[in-house]
């Protein structure tokens, strides 16, 4: 009976997730999470909060957007709550530029205690690629705070890190997009591949990301960032679904 009527509330809950009003961002490919990649933010939903804290550097505090309503983060809130009427939506920034993995993992346990979110977002590689950090070292730490993450329950979400023409031009940035996907791989948790889609929105001419005109990078960053945040809802709610 308790069984019955667990998936009787589950069948409201989600039966009621609206159809996800699309920004027009094209994508080489759907971002496909399996369902059962995300126990704790379905568990979440069905009770109507989710926490969910963001790791990263410059791109996650979405300084070039000029406002924090912009941020991949705040999109991404919003576009879940127009998804699932009545989701109440928490969300929690650990954002530090050019914080090596290593770092990142020291302070990991103080925050993932005191936050207890249901979803992790981390897009891990900008600054390793900058330093030019031996990859298996990389990849090693991103397994440890990946562990880390998974030991307090909570669901992870990595992202590849960003691509824009001009940084490829003076930084090997492939080898540590590789490095996310293989680290991601080798635990076992879904990846949004944010540099080629970055590069897919550069090559297309769908987004300037060497905008040099100050209006035109906010533009750009804003655009990018909800791009962001539709591509991560529409994976998110296909998966709890």
């Not at 759907?30 to 804290?53: C, D, G, N, Y």
Request: aromatic share 6%; hydrophobic share 50%.
């Amino acid at each position: 009976m308790r069984r019955w009527a667990s998936l009787l509330l589950l069948s409201g809950i989600l039966g009621i997730i609206r159809p996800l009003q699309l920004a027009g961002c094209p994508v080489p490919e759907e971002f496909v999470i399996a369902p059962e990649s995300l126990p704790a933010t379905k568990a979440a939903i069905e009770k109507r909060f989710l926490t969910i804290v963001a790791l990263g550097g410059a791109a996650t505090l979405g300084g070039p957007a000029q406002g924090d309503a912009f941020t991949y983060p705040s999109r991404l809130a919003a576009r879940l709550t127009e998804a699932v009427p009545g989701l109440t939506i928490k969300i929690i920034v650990h954002a530090v530029p050019r914080e090596p993995a290593a770092e990142l993992q020291r302070n990991l346990d103080v925050e993932l205690t005191a936050d207890m979110p249901a979803l992790v977002i981390w897009g891990p590689g900008a600054s390793a690629a900058g330093r030019g950090d031996d990859l298996d070292t990389f990849i090693g730490d991103v397994a440890v705070a990946v562990g880390k993450i998974r030991s307090r329950g909570a669901d992870l979400i990595l992202m590849t890190l960003q691509y824009a023409p001009s940084v490829a031009r003076v930084i090997n940035l492939a080898p540590y997009r590789l490095a996310v996907i293989r680290a991601a791989e080798l635990v076992g948790v879904p990846v949004l591949d944010r540099y080629e889609l970055m590069r897919f929105w550069s090559d297309s001419d769908f987004l300037d990301l060497d905008a040099t005109g100050a209006a035109e990078r906010v533009k750009v960053a804003r655009k990018l960032y909800d791009c962001m945040a539709e591509t991560l809802t529409k994976g998110i709610i296909d998966a709890v679904r």
